[in-house]
């Protein structure tokens, strides 16, 4: 893992970086059949950066991100984002090259719905301390479960 100590001000823009050079990272890429890959490639004093892999029909529970805004850039294949709005999911797909950045209370579902394996990478600030889970129930969201770093990943 790379210690940085530069703040950076445009998190999609540091999502771009890493994207252009995956042989580059500090851990290999890999690909898991039982469940979405995920290492830690970067960590500094405002932000950390994070690269994950997905198998097609890999994805996440609905979510938030603790209170940290962040960025995130598919690397390779297309991922699906929805987002809560009028009290339902709405995608986007986002292919190779896209990205997009969120704020503090930003809750979504990622999945690869596609036929081939997507890589991405995201870039939370502050770095990532707690997320919680949610269900989407009668348009509203509710509260599931907290996951705390180093227990939950």
């Known amino acids: 893992m790379v210690v940085s100590r530069r703040p950076e001000s445009d998190l999609l823009a540091v999502a771009a970086r890493w994207a252009a050079d995956p042989a ?3 851990v290999p890429l890999r690909f898991d059949p039982t469940q979405r890959w995920y290492a830690r490639l970067a960590a500094a004093a405002d932000h950390e950066v994070w690269a994950l892999s997905w198998l097609p029909g890999q994805g996440t529970d609905l979510h938030d991100h603790g209170g940290s805004s962040g960025a995130f850039l598919v690397v390779d ?4 984002e929805e987002t809560v709005s009028g009290g339902r999911l709405r995608p986007h797909r986002l292919a190779a090259g896209a990205g997009r950045r969120f ?6 579902v ?4 596609g036929d ?3 890589v991405s990478v995201h870039v939370y600030r502050p ?11 009668d348009g509203r969201l509710r509260a599931a479960e907290v996951a705390e770093a180093g227990v939950a990943w």
Do not use: F, S
């Open 110 to 113: 990622v999945t690869n719905r």
């Open 24 to 26: 580059g990272w500090p």
């Open 127 to 137: 770095a990532l301390t707690r997320m919680t889970r949610y269900r989407l129930v």
């Open 116 to 118: 081939q394996p997507a």
């Open 77 to 80: 294949g297309v991922l699906t």
């Open 103 to 108: 704020g503090v209370r930003h809750v979504h």
